[in-house]
């Protein structure tokens, strides 16, 4: 118990007998003296946990350390660095980009009956620009060993449609599908560290497919009735070397289910000109290539 000065004591026992002391109550109130002998008491225990509070707040406010604030001084360059890297990488991806509009606005032309050989001709002379662009794209990665995937996002859409027009434009000139190998050589990705991603090539594949059932209805509009048996040949055994996939639910395996509804369509358009008698007798055409029957 804490010590109490005589002075103190007087003090307080001088205002108790003049509370506690009066006519009407001459015997003194024993709660009212507890509170006073208390106070001393009170005060200091309500110092001491203000006293705690206080050095607790002060604490806690203190900067963080130093092995902490090193930590995150590294978070942050390496943030500044990742998005300077992204700029790069989205400025040439938009160039890229504006090269696929291109040539997608050359191969619409031949839904029109246009002349294929000039229109390839055109297409292909984009190519080598692409090939520029995906050249500069492994250079920007190369001081960063291991993280293609880490920024293959920024560019993963703009590789698949590339990869459908390369197919549609290889498919015109010989009737076969470009293999991932022929993909990777002619936009320069033959490099371990910055290829053709398998799963790009796939959907840029399945891509390629929803032009043809446009492609079979104007080539019979024009007159060439063995057009949709060779699409429904090379449609029929592209969708029989998908299956041999197993495919998630994923993206991929919805592009995939699409190709379906694109042989569908080419199996309508085939059996309507058969039953009308428009197939010409015999294979007089032969497996020479799209570009050689028109």
């Not at 990665?141 to 290889?170: A, I, K, N, P």
Request: neutral net charge; glycine residues 6%; contains cysteine.
């Amino acid at each position: 118990m804490q010590y109490i000065k005589p002075a103190t004591f007087r003090n307080a026992f001088f205002t108790f007998s003049r509370s506690s002391f009066n006519l009407l109550n001459p015997n003194p109130s024993s709660s009212s003296f507890f509170i006073l002998l208390s106070l001393p008491i009170l005060k200091s225990q309500t110092f001491h946990r203000s006293h705690t509070l206080s050095s607790s707040m002060s604490d806690s406010a203190q900067p963080p350390s130093h092995s902490l604030e090193k930590q995150f001084e590294a978070f942050r360059t390496e943030l500044e660095e990742s998005g300077t890297l992204r700029e790069r990488i989205r400025s040439v991806v938009s160039e890229i980009e504006a090269t696929n509009r291109l040539i997608y606005a050359t191969l619409l032309l031949v839904h029109h009956s246009r002349s294929i050989a000039e229109l390839l001709a055109k297409a292909k002379s984009n190519i080598d620009v692409l090939k520029e662009k995906y050249k500069q794209l492994a250079e920007t990665l190369g001081g960063c060993s291991g993280q293609y995937y880490r920024y293959h996002g920024d560019w993963r859409s703009e590789t698949q449609s590339v990869v459908s027009l390369l197919t549609f434009m290889h498919w015109l000139e010989t009737g076969n599908l470009l293999e991932h190998k022929e993909a990777e050589e002619k936009l320069g990705l033959n490099n371990s560290e910055f290829g053709l991603d398998v799963e790009d090539y796939l959907v840029g594949v399945c891509f390629m497919s929803n032009e043809l059932p446009r492609y079979v209805v104007n080539q019979v509009t024009a007159g060439d009735y063995d057009c949709p048996r060779k699409v429904l040949k090379f449609l029929t055994d592209l969708h029989a070397a998908f299956r041999l996939l197993n495919l998630r639910n994923d993206f991929l395996r919805k592009k995939f289910d699409g190709m379906k509804y694109d042989l569908r369509k080419v199996e309508e358009v085939y059996y309507d000109v058969k039953i009308r008698g428009l197939t010409p007798n015999g294979d007089s055409v032969g497996d020479k290539g799209v570009e050689g029957q028109t």
